[in-house]
């Protein structure tokens, strides 16, 4: 049998490269005129004049060709799509008998090809045709995966006043003492983010939910400078982080914030001008989880120009994804 590669969208690239032929003969002398009987039983496939041959029929499932002087009969197969393996059925009737030939042909695609990986090459173990190998592949890369279902974020909130927490916003000093709130889709495993300072096991919810302060620096004794010599990162320390249902509460610590309210006072001073604090909050996708423990956080998300500068709910179909998002704290 033969074989052809198709291609999408082109159905010229399953006809077979050479025609199917048969030879018709009585004993040694070739037997001109005879009707051949070409015929395909699956849809989609069709068989189609050769030139040089007499057809009685137009092109299609079935196709006569008449026997030339040298008793040949021949015409061209355009396979299916699908399924891999075909066939052409050849019939002569003359005189009360018949015969009958088969012709096979294949589409040679992926998924009929054999494949045997590597010893050393787990990625691709139990592969066993190239389709499958480069499914795995293209799985292992991110293309084509199947989403993940995960937890998303839907809302991001000041306690104080209920207003949305938005990326690049100015936040009172004042406003902040009071924390934030963050709407999940689902129920949160509340080990996962809970702190209590006097708990020593409820300790996780400072690791997996923070708010990180980039603190101007100036050498000790510089005064009337306007631009920080740079940055001091400071992790804010939170005084409690707990769950209700869908909904997480986090406050920073009033010790904290009174000695964060001097220090902005201070570095006003001496710069003369209202200093403003980057506050970077992150959640650590991959150690947060619903109440089932099923689900990851998909705390992905893009910048747009919503009422708080986030494309929510988050998530990019792909569980333990970090949210990150950002703010100045100011005196006002």
């Given amino acids: 049998g033969q074989e052809v590669r198709p291609l999408p969208g082109d159905p010229d690239s399953r006809i077979l490269a050479f025609p199917i032929r048969v030879r018709v003969a009585n004993g040694q002398w070739p037997a001109e005129g005879m009707k051949v009987l ?5 849809d989609g496939a069709e068989l189609l004049e050769e030139p040089g041959f007499d057809t009685d029929g137009a092109p299609g499932p079935e196709i006569t060709v008449v026997t030339g002087p040298d008793g040949l009969a021949a015409c061209r197969w355009r396979l299916a799509e699908s399924p891999p393996h075909q066939e052409v059925k050849v019939v ?6 018949t015969a009958t030939i088969l012709f096979h042909a294949n589409l040679s695609v992926a998924a009929e090809v054999a494949y045997t990986p590597a010893a050393d090459c787990s990625l691709l173990k139990g592969a066993e045709t190239v389709k499958e190998a480069l499914d795995l592949l ?23 006043d209920g207003r949305l927490l938005a990326v690049d916003a100015d936040v ?23 702190f209590d300072p006097l708990d020593p096991k409820a300790r996780r919810g400072r690791a997996t939910c923070f708010v990180t302060l980039e603190m101007p620096f100036l050498p000790p004794g510089v005064t009337g400078e306007t631009i ?13 982080a707990s769950v209700d249902g869908n909904t997480l509460f986090w406050k920073p610590s009033g010790s904290a914030m009174t000695w964060l309210g001097e220090e902005i006072s201070r570095l006003s001073e001496i710069f003369n001008r209202n200093v403003q604090i980057l506050a970077r909050l992150t959640l650590k996708g991959n150690f947060i989880w619903n ?3 099923d689900l990851y956080l998909d705390g992905e998300t893009l910048g747009d120009r919503n009422d708080d500068g986030l494309d929510l709910p988050s998530g990019d179909d792909k569980r333990g994804g970090d949210f990150e998002t950002w703010f100045w704290l100011t005196q006002g």
């Fill in 92 to 97: 002569l009737e003359s005189d009360g008998h």
């Fill in 38 to 42: 070409f015929s395909v039983a699956i």
């Fill in 172 to 194: 009172f000093f004042a406003d902040f003492m009071a924390g934030f709130q963050v709407t999940f889709s689902e129920e949160l495993d509340p080990e996962t983010v809970h």
């Fill in 291 to 293: 109440a089932k423990g």
């Fill in 138 to 160: 293209c799985t292992q890369s991110g293309g084509g995966a199947a989403p993940e279902p995960g937890i998303a974020i839907e809302r991001l909130t000041l306690l104080d």
């Fill in 228 to 240: 920080p010599a740079g940055y001091n990162l400071m992790r804010l320390p939170v005084e409690s």
